[in-house]
């Protein structure tokens, strides 16, 4: 059983920074998407960024551009965002997804096809 486990949330005054990481476990073979996805309260999940096997491809979300960046571990099977100059609308719970036997950088929540639990990120003065 495919296993996603996401750790480093936490509580963050704004222009803070977060380094989240996503530990994925179980039979998988490459290739497989690794998205960041993150759910504010009363509101959709979103995409945030999102990182292919080969080639290696990105895509990230407008509002977090510049500021987030993914990067990909295969030997330790962990993917991470670095978060930096975090704003209160940053705050959610971020998960990590897979999308399995795929090159495709997906920011869609459909189609994803492993989901962690989930870390909470809150940014608050």
């Given at each position: 059983?495919?296993?996603?486990?996401?750790?480093?949330?936490?509580?963050?005054?704004?222009?803070g920074s977060?380094?989240l990481?996503?530990?994925?476990?179980?039979?998988?073979?490459?290739?497989?998407?690794?998205?960041?996805?993150?759910?504010?309260?009363?509101?959709?999940?979103?995409?945030?960024?999102?990182?292919?096997?080969?080639?290696?491809?990105?895509?990230?979300?407008?509002?977090?551009?510049?500021?987030?960046?993914?990067?990909?571990?295969?030997?330790?099977?962990?993917?991470?965002?670095?978060m930096?100059?975090?704003?209160?609308d940053?705050?959610g719970?971020?998960?990590?997804?897979?999308?399995?036997?795929?090159?495709?950088?997906?920011?869609?929540?459909?189609?994803?096809?492993?989901?962690?639990?989930?870390?909470?990120?809150?940014?608050?003065?």
């Amino acid at each position: 059983q495919v296993q996603l486990v996401e750790s480093g949330g936490g509580l963050v005054e704004p222009g803070g920074s977060l380094r989240l990481s996503c530990a994925v476990s179980g039979f998988i073979r490459e290739p497989y998407a690794v998205s960041w996805f993150r759910q504010a309260p009363g509101k959709e999940r979103e995409g945030v960024v999102c990182i292919t096997t080969w080639p290696r491809i990105t895509n990230i979300a407008d509002s977090v551009k510049g500021r987030f960046f993914i990067s990909r571990d295969d030997a330790q099977h962990a993917t991470y965002l670095e978060m930096n100059s975090l704003k209160p609308d940053d705050t959610g719970v971020y998960y990590c997804a897979v999308e399995y036997r795929s090159n495709n950088c997906r920011l869609s929540a459909t189609g994803q096809d492993y989901w962690g639990q989930g870390t909470q990120v809150t940014v608050s003065s």
